[in-house]
């Protein structure tokens, strides 16, 4: 339970995990002080939430009090999709949802059936005999919420609860809305969204057992649920399950264990599965996508940029089915993930970019209305007429936005009525809001737009769609930058409308032979997930080897550099003395490696032997933080990094 405690001149909450008659002070004298107030009268954490959460702070390196603030009610782990209070309870099954949403409720109980046969046997035997089972069904989030009441209903059936974990909040609410049309007020939405009180009114109903159906985003997989039966991980490969602070937990991985801990069988789902999946659940490779285009899916065609002339943004082959698509009266969808007009502005005669002075990086610039953008810290300013650098006056944009696009469409097809869809623009979601309208209302010929079109609803779908430059994800200093950029476009090239007449996907590339672009051009899955796997495994990368991400930030360049430099000494000295193979890879700058004023370097630790990677860290970051927390210094642990920028 959680208590009110004194702490130097104030009070602090705390959390009472044992009692003892004797105190533990390693023989040293100290003052017990008494506990201020309970917050709960009983004991409100069931044993094995509290080892879970126990769990949590050794797997991810984290403080006990930080993981036990996720298992307790009113402390909602805060995350940017969830600035703003929502409803609770179980409202009116489809009026509680926003119009916008309305599009995710093609959940019928006629999809359960496109759901393959023996896969959906398998996963309801294993409900039925209430063995734990780690399953994949690969499909398409729209075929499977009529699946997903179907195995809810069969747990139910056994006495059993159902926990449902979705990336964001808006697709909480449409499916606990199509929950609420078959079990009422049996369902329960549970998020960070949610407003204090009524996200302790959500815990209270899940722990009676007033809740058996919970349905939210990653910190739902603390929820208070007894007696489980099933637990659902949909769209499994999106990044929103992973953490971005402490403890930085992957929502995925703490379900499998809680699914193992209770013997519960986890289903996790996704069009295009995540690596660690597929080897987690041994998954058949050739299972995962059609080996042959499907019969009504639009063609791909493959634009080769090398022999487009230099700095042209759009291509024949793209330029000639966009004067096609407007000739016939069809839309047309651009996909670039580039904000701004140039991703840089660059000095011809120094060749250094303009920076930002807080983060070190590259501002993007916005030509239209004549402004740099940090797309780290948000700080804007005025383009120089000069570098700051060497005084130069050549200043030219470098590497081309969805401005730059929007004007090179504009310049190609005047007559076309366009408008970009991106994040921080001109009158934020309004504007969006009021461009997904238009494109809704046939008003807009052609939409350009940045990952944006495949997060926001109704999703514009469109006659033809150009995939501008989608090497650029591919290229990023990432090891999950392919497997990242084949989401994502797999994504996008979804929007293609299949019943409209003559519907096209154009993919630009210099880069043809890639495995990537080989497989979205013949849509087989195989082509990605065999080449991928095998050069993470000849490379040691997850889901073969394990990764930990360490570090180092201050307001002092040196002493930042100083330390990240004596703790990748002290973790080689541990990695040797150890019986499994430590390797440490840095220390370098970061990706920026200044941030809001801060300088900051990273070390990769890496190897077989999770257990072993952690401890080498856990026993070097003590002896760091009792050495060097001079100067404003911190260190950051990041247990299976999702990103290395």
């Known amino acids: 339970m959680r208590v009110r405690v004194p702490f130097g001149r104030g009070t602090l909450t705390g959390f009472v995990v044992a009692v003892t008659s004797e105190p533990e002070t390693g023989g040293q004298p100290t003052r017990i002080r008494e506990v201020l107030a309970r917050l709960e009268e009983t004991p409100s954490v069931p044993p094995d939430l509290l080892a879970l959460t126990e769990w949590v702070a050794e797997r991810y390196l984290a403080p006990l009090g930080q993981c036990l603030r996720l298992a307790f009610p009113g402390s909602p782990e805060r995350t940017g999709s969830a600035a703003r209070a929502k409803r609770s309870d179980a409202p009116s099954p489809v009026a509680a949802v926003p119009a916008s949403d309305q599009s995710m409720l093609h959940m019928h109980r006629s999809t359960l059936h496109e759901t393959p046969a023996p896969l959906r046997k398998k996963i309801l035997d294993a409900i039925a005999r209430q063995t734990h089972a780690r399953l994949l069904l690969p499909a398409a989030t729209g075929t499977l919420p009529g699946f997903y009441a179907e195995a809810i209903q069969a747990a139910l059936d056994q006495r059993r609860t159902a926990l449902v974990l979705v990336p964001e909040t808006g697709r909480v609410e449409a499916i606990h809305a199509f929950f609420a049309t078959y079990w009422g007020a049996r369902c329960q939405m549970y998020h960070a969204g949610l407003s204090p009180a009524d996200r302790q009114q959500a815990w209270t109903r899940i722990q009676a057992g007033e809740a058996t159906v919970v349905s939210g985003t990653r910190s739902a997989v603390f929820a208070p649920l007894t007696n489980l039966g099933l637990i659902i991980v949909d769209q499994e490969d999106h990044q929103a399950y992973k953490a971005e602070n402490v403890p930085r937990y992957d929502a995925r991985v703490v379900a499998a264990e809680r699914a193992r801990r209770t013997g519960t069988v986890l289903v996790l789902t996704s069009a295009h599965p995540s690596l660690e999946t597929v080897q987690a659940t041994g998954a058949d490779i050739a299972a995962l996508g059609p080996a042959a285009p499907q019969a009504d899916a639009p063609p791909v065609t493959v634009a080769d940029l090398r022999e487009t002339p230099f700095g042209d943004i759009l291509s024949a082959p793209l330029a000639d089915a966009i004067a096609a698509r407007l000739a016939d009266r069809s ?229 930042v550099d100083a330390a990240a430099t004596r703790w990748a000494s002290q973790l080689r000295s541990a990695g040797s003395a150890s019986a499994n193979a430590i390797d440490v890879l840095g220390p370098i700058p970061a990706t920026p490696a200044r941030v809001r004023g801060r300088f900051r370097r990273q070390l990769l630790v890496k190897g077989m032997d999770e257990s072993a990677l952690r401890q080498a860290v856990r026993a070097t970051l003590a002896e760091m933080e009792k050495t060097s927390r001079a100067g404003g210094l911190r260190y950051d642990i990041d247990v299976d990094p999702q990103s290395l920028m």
């Open 331 to 559: 839309t047309v969808l651009l996909f670039l993930n580039r904000k701004g007009y140039a991703s840089v502005l660059q000095c011809r005669d120094c060749g250094q970019a303009v920076k930002c002075p807080a983060c070190s990086i590259g501002w993007t610039f916005h030509k239209r209305e004549g402004l740099l953008r940090c797309s780290y810290c948000g700080r804007t300013g005025h383009a120089p007429e000069s570098c700051p650098g060497c005084a130069g006056t050549r200043l030219v944009p470098s590497g081309s936005g969805t401005e730059a696009l929007e004007e090179t469409v504009q310049a190609r097809f005047p007559s076309a009525r366009v408008a970009r869809l991106e994040r921080r623009r001109t009158g934020g979601d309004r504007a969006n809001a009021a461009i997904l309208s238009l494109w809704q209302a046939k008003e807009l010929d052609i939409l350009i737009g940045t990952q944006l079109v495949v997060t926001r609803s109704p999703r514009p779908v469109a006659s033809l769609v150009g995939l501008v430059y989608p090497d650029a994800a591919l290229h990023l200093p990432d090891f999950q930058a392919a497997e990242r950029a084949y989401h994502t476009l797999s994504d996008v090239m979804t929007l293609a409308d299949p019943i409209a007449p003559g519907a096209e996907i154009v993919l630009q590339t210099y880069v043809p032979q890639h495995h990537v672009i080989r497989a979205l051009a013949e849509r087989n899955p195989s082509i990605f997930y065999e080449s991928e796997l095998a050069a993470r495994q000849a490379l040691g990368y997850p889901p073969f080897g394990r990764l930990i991400g360490l570090r180092v930030s201050g307001t002092k360049e040196e002493l």
